[in-house]
C-alpha cells in the first residue's frame, strides 16, 4: 500500500470546520483514500473512503485532489468529540485476497472550546 | 455501521500464563479478520492476517508460536498469547472485513487491554 503523509497535529476551535490534510503521491490506480480516527484508548472508527470522486456522508467531507495525490478530510462543524487521532490510508480493494489497512502515526486534532 | 466486539476489554494475568482474547462481529460475516498490537502513544500495528478456515498470515517479526490466531467460523476470531511476559502488556485490537460485495470497508472492535504481571 501506498505510503501517506500527514501533519502530526492541529488545533481547531470548536464549531469551525476541521481540514485534515493527506499527501498520498506515489498512489496507484486502483488504492482507495481511507480516512479512520481513534479516540484515545478506543479501537479506530471508520469515517469515509473515496477513490477520485468528492465523497461525503453524516461524519465528514472526503476531497481527493485531481491527481489524486493528496486529499482533504473535512469535519464541518468539530465538537470536543472529534478530539481524536485521524489516520489516512490508501489500500486497494479487491473480492478475492484481503487487503490490509497499514497506519501510520497520523494527526493529533485537538478541538478547543 | 457494522459492529466488531472483543471480549475480554481489559484483563490481567500472571507472568507464564496464556490468555485468549476473542473478535466477533456481530452483525455481518467476515471472511477475513486482521489483528493489531499497539502500544502507548505509538500507531496500531498490524500482526496477522486470519482467514476463515485458514491458517493465519503474520507480519514480519511477529512470533506465530507465541500470538496463536484461530478464525474458526465467519463471526469468530481467538488471538490467544501464550507464555505472556510484561512486554506483552499492550493494547489489542482487531478489525474485520465483510465477506458481502467488494468488502470495501473494514471494521474495528474497542480494544482489549492486556496487562501482564
Known amino acids: 500500500d501506498a505510503k501517506t503523509t500527514q501533519p502530526p497535529s492541529m488545533d481547531c476551535a470548536e464549531g469551525r470546520a476541521a481540514n485534515l490534510p493527506c499527501n498520498h503521491s506515489?498512489?496507484?490506480?486502483?488504492?482507495?483514500v481511507y480516512w479512520y480516527r481513534q479516540i484515545h484508548s478506543q479501537g479506530p472508527q471508520y469515517i469515509i473512503h473515496g477513490l477520485k470522486n468528492n465523497e461525503t456522508n453524516e461524519m465528514a467531507s472526503l476531497i481527493i485532489t485531481e491527481d489524486r495525490k493528496s486529499s482533504t478530510l473535512i469535519l464541518p462543524h468539530a465538537t470536543l468529540r472529534d478530539t481524536a487521532v485521524y489516520y489516512c490510508i490508501v489500500r486497494v480493494i479487491n473480492t478475492g485476497t484481503a487487503s490490509k489497512l497499514t497506519f501510520g502515526t497520523g494527526t493529533r486534532l485537538q478541538v478547543t472550546l | 455501521g457494522a459492529v466488531v466486539s472483543q471480549h475480554p476489554s481489559w484483563v490481567i494475568c500472571k507472568s507464564g500464563t496464556s490468555v485468549k482474547i476473542e473478535c466477533r462481529s456481530l452483525d455481518f460475516q467476515a471472511t477475513t479478520m486482521f489483528w493489531y498490537r499497539q502500544f502507548p502513544k505509538q500507531s496500531l500495528m498490524l500482526m496477522a492476517t486470519?482467514?476463515?478456515?485458514?491458517?493465519?498470515?503474520?507480519e514480519q517479526g511477529v512470533e506465530k508460536d507465541k500470538f496463536l490466531i484461530n478464525h474458526a467460523s465467519l463471526t469468530l476470531s481467538t488471538l490467544t498469547v501464550t507464555s505472556a511476559h510484561p512486554e506483552d502488556s499492550s493494547f489489542y485490537i482487531c478489525?474485520?472485513?465483510?465477506?458481502?460485495?467488494?468488502?470495501?470497508?473494514?471494521?474495528f472492535g474497542e480494544g482489549s487491554w492486556l496487562t501482564v504481571v
Open positions: 478489525s474485520a472485513r465483510e465477506a458481502r460485495g467488494s468488502g470495501n470497508t473494514i471494521y
Open positions: 506515489t498512489i496507484s490506480g486502483n488504492e482507495y
Open positions: 486470519s482467514n476463515e478456515g485458514s491458517k493465519a498470515t503474520y
